[in-house]
């Protein structure tokens, strides 16, 4: 029997399968450097995470329509679901596409909103929607988005969040944008403590983080773990994703164990899957051996999902 799985952190553009993207891209008439799947394979060996967050941005420049981002909700529920998914919050960068290449906003929530619905439906997965600002993203634009995102939350968008290499600036400047989404009823779920230290994680708190994304280096200061732990903050561990760009040089240095140890909330995630080569039961087994079971993954994946009550209640184990 499969077992139940709560996945929290997730960037639908980056659980898209190569051939998948490739044919995306060719009906867009959005070229990609490469054309067959060996050559994607070959351009996701990534050096370090700036190299990432370059090929990131480069590949999934070609969605551009509401039903290339509805097939990525749904394609992506249809694998977790087949791995035991019961629920997941899929991160999309809206941002990036209407600054890029002028798509509206409603194109790509729309899209998005449609494929969670589908999701469910089909395969029998909640999907909630968290989208992601990026740091160094034009603070106007980021407030526009911060807006979107909360008219839409009536669709399944519960919360925002910020992504990028940490290292490019301070959260400081989406102040506005983070308080327009939580008096709209959003949670704040940024990235911090993946690139950067202890020092981002305590401004992503300061900001009225709920949950963080990564924040696997707050084992750097034993006060801010314990603080993380006192207050319950569910770190969303992506363990694949931080050797593959480089920020754990091997899994068997990776900090899971620490954080365990000092009683922090760990669920688990692919964070982008397809580029990875990763995926929810491969994620399991790795943080099974890091001494995180499958009991304790769902249980910090339940609490800290962004669900509402009659959702959790059935989620309940």
């Given at each position: 029997m499969t077992t139940k799985k709560i996945e929290l952190h997730v960037h639908l553009e980056g659980s898209i399968q190569p051939r998948t993207l490739l044919e995306i891209a060719r009906r867009n008439h959005e070229p990609l450097p490469v054309d067959t799947v060996e050559g994607l394979a070959e351009l996701y060996r990534f050096t370090d995470f700036r190299h990432f967050i370059e090929v990131w941005v480069m590949t999934?420049?070609?969605?551009?329509?509401?039903?290339?981002?509805?097939?990525?909700?749904?394609?992506?529920?249809?694998?977790?679901?087949?791995?035991?998914?019961?629920?997941?919050?899929?991160?999309?960068?809206?941002?990036?596409?209407?600054?890029?290449?002028?798509?509206?906003?409603?194109?790509?929530?729309?899209?998005?909103?449609?494929?969670?619905?589908?999701?469910?439906?089909?395969?029998?997965?909640?999907v909630r929607l968290t989208p992601d600002l990026y740091r160094g993203c034009p603070v106007d634009l980021a407030e526009e988005c911060a807006r979107v995102a909360v008219r839409y939350r009536d669709r399944g968008v519960v919360g925002l969040g910020i992504g990028g290499d940490e290292r490019?600036?301070?959260?400081?400047?989406?102040?506005?944008?983070?308080?327009?989404?939580?008096?709209?009823?959003?949670?704040?779920?940024?990235?911090?403590?993946?690139?950067?230290?202890?020092?981002?994680?305590?401004?992503?708190?300061?900001?009225?983080?709920?949950?963080?994304?990564?924040?696997?280096?707050?084992?750097?200061?034993?006060?801010?773990?314990?603080?993380?732990?006192?207050?319950?903050?569910?770190?969303?561990?992506?363990p694949t994703s931080n050797v593959r760009t480089g920020v754990v040089r091997d899994l068997s240095e990776h900090p899971l164990p620490r954080l365990r140890e000092a009683?922090?909330?760990?669920?688990?995630?692919?964070?982008?899957?397809?580029?990875?080569?990763?995926?929810?039961?491969?994620e399991h087994d790795v943080a099974a051996g890091l001494g995180l079971d499958a009991s304790a993954a769902y249980a910090a994946g339940l609490a800290g999902a962004l669900c509402d009550d009659a959702v959790r209640a059935r989620l309940l184990p």
């Open positions: 999934t420049n070609c969605l551009r329509t509401a039903d290339d981002f509805r097939q990525v909700v749904v394609d992506y529920a249809r694998q977790a679901a087949g791995q035991g998914a019961v629920y997941l919050e899929g991160i999309f960068s809206p941002a990036e596409r209407v600054e890029a290449d002028g798509i509206g906003w409603d194109e790509i929530f729309t899209g998005y909103c449609e494929g969670a619905v589908e999701a469910e439906e089909h395969f029998g997965v909640t490019r600036g301070p959260l400081a400047p989406y102040g506005k944008a983070v308080r327009i989404a939580q008096d709209g009823g959003l949670a704040f779920v940024p990235h911090a403590g993946e690139t950067a230290g202890p020092e981002s994680i305590r401004e992503a708190l300061d900001l009225g983080a709920v949950r963080l994304r990564h924040g696997i280096r707050a084992v750097e200061d034993p006060q801010l773990l314990a603080e993380i732990v006192d207050r319950s903050v569910v770190l969303d561990v992506c009683g922090a909330l760990c669920s688990i995630n692919t964070d982008d899957p397809a580029m990875f080569g990763t995926d929810l039961n491969r």
